[in-house]
Nanobody
Framework: VQLQAFGGGLVQARGYLRLSCAAA??????MGWFRQAPGKEREFVAA????????YHADSVEGRFTISRDNAKKTVALQMNSLKPEDTAVYFC?????????????????WGQGTQVTVSS
């Protein structure tokens, strides 16, 4: 199973980007996004249930980022608005089967390769 993330890039502060992640071959009950900045631990960004009815966003991105999914296309997206320099990181999509929607990276068994997001001030 492969997860491939797209959409990273360089953007100015207060700008926007949309990340997408495609899952090859299957769908997952829970999908999410994490990020890792240089010298920091990987941190939770957002997660979404199969139906999309349950979504969690980290406090640091609440109101600015929105996670969504399209099960027919086997994709999950992260719309990032009002970007800040502190959002600069490598963003990873992740997936798991079963369990509750949550933000513990140890609960996710499938990971994409990451896409760089850089926000300039």
């Amino acid at each position: 199973v492969q997860l491939q993330a797209f959409g990273g890039g360089l953007v100015q502060a207060r700008g926007y980007l949309r990340l997408s992640c495609a899952a090859a071959g299957r769908t997952f009950s829970v999908m999410g996004w994490f990020r890792q900045a240089p010298g920091k631990e990987r941190e939770f960004v957002a997660a979404i249930s199969w139906s999309g009815g349950i979504r969690y966003h980290a406090d640091s991105v609440e109101g600015r980022f929105t996670i969504s999914r399209d099960n027919a296309k086997k994709t999950v997206a992260l719309q990032m608005n009002s970007l800040k320099p502190e959002d600069t990181a490598v963003y990873f999509c992740a997936a798991r089967n079963g369990g509750l929607v949550g933000g513990d990276p140890d609960d996710f068994g499938f990971w994409g390769q990451g896409t760089q997001v850089t926000v300039s001030s």
